[in-house]
């Protein structure tokens, strides 16, 4: 099973509330990504968890926090939602060494 | 600093034709991988095909293969055969081989006429 989950699949929020996005992997993978995409753009890399230790992008350092309470689960945090983080936020999920991501279905974000 | 470029924001062909898209990328890393994945319409990302920086072969994988000309950075992903099965969008990335974080170019949205 090569499968990344992701709940929900369509999240609306309130600006000023804070939204909790969900992934699990069942494939024993070390590393649990989270990337963010908008309408004609490139997906770009938030933040990802090698093992326990998570690495927030420098330019998002701010704006999203993570937890990985064990090695299936991951979830992305936003404490405020701002208009801006409306779109579509996709987790992946690696073995260590040169292998591909597995990729969920996403989690679309709609900030009102 | 690392960049992809695809250039193309849509391509389209016919039942059967083959299809070319292309990408162009900047790294000062001397190892690396270029990906090819495709957005399905639900929105999961599907890995098609992978090109080592070290390999100078082209790959193949089905009816996907991969023109790599590494002195000009830059990769073409080619659909042999193509089917309307094949619409979607297609987007490149390159791994710098750390942690297997990947930079992704902006897409091509293929649509392939039955």
């Known amino acids: 099973d090569t499968t990344v989950k992701q709940n929900p699949r369509y999240k609306l929020a309130r600006v000023g509330k804070p939204v909790n996005l969900i992934c699990s992997q069942t494939?024993?993978?070390?590393?649990m990504y989270w990337y963010q995409k908008k309408p004609n753009q490139a997906p770009k890399l938030l933040l990802f968890y090698y093992d326990k230790i998570l690495n927030r992008e420098a330019d998002t350092f701010e704006k999203f926090q993570s937890s990985r309470p064990n090695n299936s689960f991951c979830s992305l945090y936003i404490g405020s939602a701002g208009l801006e983080y409306s779109a579509m936020y996709l987790c992946?999920?690696?073995?260590?060494?040169?292998?591909?991501?597995?990729f969920g279905s996403g989690t679309r974000l709609t900030v009102l | 600093a690392q960049r992809v470029t695809q250039v193309q924001p849509t391509g389209s062909s016919q039942w059967g034709e083959e299809v070319t898209l292309d990408c162009s990328y900047e790294t000062s890393e001397y190892f690396y991988r270029i990906f090819w994945y495709r957005q399905l319409f639900s929105g999961e990302m599907v890995f098609l095909i992978y090109q080592p920086s070290f390999d100078t072969q082209n790959q193949r994988s089905g009816r996907y293969s991969v023109v790599f000309q590494k002195s000009f950075k830059s990769i073409s992903l080619v659909i042999s055969a193509s089917q309307p099965e094949d619409s979607g969008t297609y987007f490149c990335a390159l791994s710098d081989g750390s942690f297997n974080k990947l930079t992704f170019g902006a897409g091509t949205r293929l649509a392939v006429c039955p």
């Open positions: 494939m024993n993978h070390d590393t």
């Open positions: 992946a999920s690696s073995r260590d060494g040169p292998e591909t991501l597995y």
